[in-house]
Each structure stands twice: as C-alpha cells, then as structure tokens.
C-alpha cells in the first residue's frame, strides 16, 4: 500500500504571497491531520479533517486553512506568508476517526519564506 | 506551557546496549501516548504506542513504560543498533478514554539518539 504523499516536498517564497499544499492520504483513510515542525516549537498540531469536515484546530491564526475533498485527498493554505512561517509541514492520515488509530506521516514539505 | 516535555535533546550509547528514552507530560486528560522515530528529510514514523489502562508494552527490540502516577513515560530500545540513531518524538493526545477522536497528538520537542558501533 503506498504511504502518505506530499506535494511539492520544497517550496520558496516571499513574505505576503500566499502557499498550497497537498495531501494524499493512505488508501481507505479518511482522518487527515497537517502539523508545522520549527526548531524553536517542535511538531505542532494544526488541524485534523475526517470526511470533509474540520473536526479539530491547533492554535494558528486564521491564515492557516485546510480543506479535505470526497477522496479524502487534503490541502492546506497559507495566506500573507510570514517569515516566521518557515517550516516543514507534514501531513498524517489514519483509517477511521478512533482515537487509538495510529497516524502516519507524509515526508513533508519544506516551505521556506524569504 | 510544554506538556509533553523530553528532557533530553542527546542520549549516545554504545552498539548493543540499552536505550532509555524519557517522556514526562503534565495533562492528566492524556490517555494514549505513542513514540515515533524520525531520519532527516523524512516524516516521523509509528513505533509504538501504549494505552493509559496498561504500564508496559512490548514489540520487539521496543518496550514503552508507562507510570501514570509519575506522568513519566520511558522507551526501550534493546539491543541497541546504528540503524536505530534518529530523533526520537514522544506524543500523547486525549479522548480514547470516552470514546473520543482526537486527531490531535501533543508532541515532545525529541531526543537525538546516537548508536556508535
């Protein structure tokens, strides 16, 4: 079965642009959940989506968004970047919305803000 | 406020030994904690995990600890092999308990494991 996928895997841009990333989930897993790892703040939950819906949110501003499709295919959006917005994101899935599912990670995606 | 915290950013240990990694957390409502290992330039990846209802389990070369009453977790890895030096995440999240789903899982800043042969 193939793993969590992410696109693009680097990514440059300037402060006040705005960025999308996507996620591909494992086959049959509808749970997807986007975290930032800084040096500074380590892995940080940004937001979980189960079957469309936004079912949980980290403490980010507004700027940050998600959305997930039918396929459970997910994206995420940075509007006004910021430098500080630096990081790797990496994406999870997992099968079901049970707590005890194990989430599995994505390789990530380097955004650099310049 | 970190609650989940890993103490210590290195740990280097001899090929063949044992590996302890330490986990303290401050949110009693966590009920489910997992470790994940981590290579540069990948995503974490699942080793294993423990439910609040037990003290211990067991895959393999990996046994998790579990004290509740400390809020301390540790992971042992023995024997110990250089495949194994990576950063090593603890994480916990809540909601197993009553039935919940929570997607989110609390993460410790890491510890850096190095395994010189």
């Known amino acids: 079965k193939a793993g969590v996928t992410q696109t693009p895997r680097y990514l440059i841009k300037t402060r006040g642009q705005q960025v999308t990333l996507s996620c591909s989930p494992i086959s049959g897993h509808r749970s997807v959940s986007w975290y930032q790892q800084t040096p500074g703040q380590g892995l940080q939950f940004l937001f979980e989506?189960?079957?469309?819906?936004?079912?949980n949110k980290g403490n980010f501003p507004g700027r940050f968004s998600g959305r997930q499709f039918s396929n459970s295919r997910s994206e995420m959006n940075v509007s006004t970047l910021e430098l500080g917005d630096s990081a790797l994101y990496l994406c999870?899935?997992?099968?079901?919305?049970?707590?005890?599912?194990?989430?599995?990670f994505g390789p990530g995606t380097r955004l650099t803000v310049l | 406020d970190q609650q989940v915290k890993q103490n210590s950013p290195s740990l280097s240990v001899q090929e063949g030994r044992i590996s302890i990694l330490n986990c303290d957390y401050t949110?009693?409502?966590?009920?489910?904690f997992l470790w994940y290992k981590k290579y540069p330039a990948e995503g974490p990846t699942f080793l294993i995990s423990i439910s609040s209802i037990k003290d211990k389990n067991e895959d393999g070369r990996f046994t998790v600890f579990l004290n509740k009453s400390a809020k301390h977790l540790s992971l042992h890895i023995v024997p110990s092999q250089p495949g194994d030096s990576a950063v090593y995440f603890c994480a916990a999240s809540s909601g197993v308990s009553y039935g919940g789903s929570q997607g989110n899982l609390i993460f410790g800043k890491g510890t850096k494991l190095s395994v010189k042969p």
């Open positions: 999870a899935s997992r099968p079901s919305g049970s707590a005890t599912d194990t989430q599995y």
């Open positions: 989506y189960f079957s469309e819906t936004q079912r």
């Open positions: 949110n009693s409502m966590f009920d489910y």
